[in-house]
């Protein structure tokens, strides 16, 4: 069965950078594209981009644009996002997520990882 | 960026009703739309995609319809499960976006 299991809580200041790391089995890794979507205490989700695993190819939310790094390695099947200078109100449940769509990024996304809880505070 | 405006923002109802959730898109998004299903703590769970597709394992009690900029998420039949809160997403254009989610709650 496909399973996404995301790496734990972070602590983190404003400033600094985290890396969360999503580790994929039960498929294919490099046969599906692999989004971020993030979620604010009490809001709405938003993406924050996608890695094509197969050949390292990137595209994120022109927001988050210098900031945030994707980065994957194939030979344990795991997904990174990195952002960096954190800010405040960047705490934040971060998802990675399964695009359905196998080879290409059609963008409805049926896999989930559990979230990782970031919080960013002085 | 296409913004997604959700109504209601909270909805009650009682087991057995019928409801329906609907997502305006801010311009048209080709049918380029699905619905997600959370519950607190927990991740998304795709119910509907391309409008109207029901994604496999999901309850044949939920559906979507719509086209253009206008999308609704229907749940024929309340079961005690599907208290939840209900998000849509439009996948037309970069950068992806979300409506700000519909909070079903027990009437």
């Known amino acids: 069965q496909v399973q996404l299991v995301q790496s734990g809580a972070e602590v983190k200041k404003p400033g600094a950078s985290v890396t969360v790391s999503c580790k994929a089995s039960?498929?294919?890794?490099?046969?599906?594209?692999m989004h971020w979507v993030r979620q604010a205490p009490g809001q709405g989700l938003e993406w924050v981009g996608w890695?094509?695993?197969?050949?390292?190819?990137?595209n994120y939310a022109q927001k988050f644009q210098g900031r945030v790094t994707m980065t994957r390695d194939t030979s344990i099947n795991t997904a990174y996002m990195e952002l960096s200078r954190l800010r405040s109100d960047e705490t934040a449940v971060y998802y990675c997520?399964?695009?359905?769509?196998?080879?290409?990024?059609?963008?409805?996304?049926?896999?989930w990882g559990q979230g990782t809880l970031v919080t960013v505070s002085s | 960026d296409i913004q997604m405006t959700q109504s209601p923002s909270t909805l009650s109802a009682s087991v057995g009703d019928r409801v329906t959730i609907t997502c305006r898109a801010s311009?048209?998004?080709?049918?380029?739309t699905a619905w997600y299903q959370q519950k607190p703590g927990k991740a998304p769970k795709l119910l509907i995609y391309?409008?109207?597709s029901l994604e496999s394992g999901v309850p044949s009690r939920f559906s979507g319809s719509g086209s253009g900029t206008e999308f609704t998420l229907t749940i024929s039949s309340l079961q005690p499960d599907d208290f939840a809160t209900y998000s849509c997403?439009?996948?037309?254009?970069?950068?992806?976006?979300f409506g700000q989610g519909t909070k079903l709650e027990l009437k």
């Open positions: 997403q439009q996948y037309n254009s970069y950068p992806y976006t």
């Open positions: 039960g498929y294919t890794f490099t046969g599906y594209y």
């Open positions: 311009q048209s998004i080709s049918g380029y």
């Open positions: 391309k409008a109207s």
């Open positions: 997520a399964r695009d359905r769509t196998s080879l290409w990024s059609l963008g409805d996304l049926d896999y």
């Open positions: 890695i094509n695993p197969n050949s390292g190819e990137t």
